[in-house]
């Protein structure tokens, strides 16, 4: 998948019906402040996720656990395709479910081995353990 140089966000939403439309809620931690200007248009993305959102009524089981939890963890080992440069230089690879994990030091199409240093819900951060030839 290719990503815009443009791109101010990606996160994981419900989109919910309201008075015959649809909303999406972006929580405030997505934005940078002044990125987003009040009354500005933006282009959105919806991508299909394989799962269903769950009511939350729904009790909670490993199976539904699953659904929310970032798909990494801190210390696990990886390895990925870098697919793109973020604003701040560091490579992006996405795992499961379309999560995102920056790789500072890379390059588009690196091949590496990362270590997970950090997990938050919606990214997380690794290092590099390993370069892989492309070819490999």
Known sequence: MEIADELLCLFSAGVEEQDGSYRITVPKREIS??????????????????????DDSEPETEQTKDRSDPPVAKGDR???????????????ARVERGYV????????????????????????FAEVVKRRPYYE
Do not use: C, H, W
């Open 78 to 92: 990886r390895s990925v395709e870098i697919e793109g440069i973020g604003e701040q230089g560091d490579g992006i």
């Open 101 to 124: 994990i920056i790789v500072p030091d890379t390059e588009k199409y690196d091949r590496v081995t990362i270590e997970i240093t950090s997990v938050a819900e919606t990214v997380a």
């Open 33 to 54: 402040d002044g990125a987003v200007e009040r009354d500005g248009a933006y282009r959105v993305a919806l991508l299909g996720s394989e799962f269903t959102a769950r």
